[in-house]
């Protein structure tokens, strides 16, 4: 059982950068898509990014060329590097992780329904 373990959240001031890792904790040879999500309170989690392969797969418009989503093998570990934060960027960022090997075209935000292992989640906090 992989369990995914998210780290590198934080309180910044807007304009400021945070890089969020996730590691996964155990190995599936399966897993070949991977997401960061967020949660406000009070509104829907959103999809923020995808990487499938290691390879970008989808941003959400409202992060694209602020954030950047990559995976180092080596260390099991997935990133999402965040620049110019804005105060809308706060939330409770999670990573998770498919399980079983999907196509490229279902790694995107809009399926989240198939993302099925979750970390607990990292607060990201910006203040303007």
């Known amino acids: 059982q992989v369990q995914l373990v998210e780290s590198g959240g934080g309180s910044v001031q807007a304009g400021g950068s945070l890089r969020l890792s996730c590691e996964s904790v155990g190995y599936n040879p399966r897993t070949n898509c991977m997401g960061w999500f967020r949660q406000v309170s009070g509104k829907e989690r959103e999809g923020v990014a995808t990487i499938y392969g290691g390879v970008a797969a989808d941003y959400a418009d409202s992060v694209k060329g602020r954030f950047t989503i990559s995976q180092d093998y080596d260390k099991n570990t997935v990133y999402l590097q965040i620049n110019s934060l804005k105060p809308e960027d706060s939330g409770l960022y999670y990573c998770?992780?498919?399980?079983?090997?999907?196509?490229?075209?279902?790694?995107?935000?809009?399926?989240?329904?198939?993302?099925?292992?979750w970390g607990q989640g990292t607060q990201v906090t910006v203040s303007s």
């Open positions: 998770a992780a498919v399980s079983t090997w999907i196509s490229s075209s279902r790694c995107v935000r809009s399926s989240s329904g198939v993302f099925d292992t």
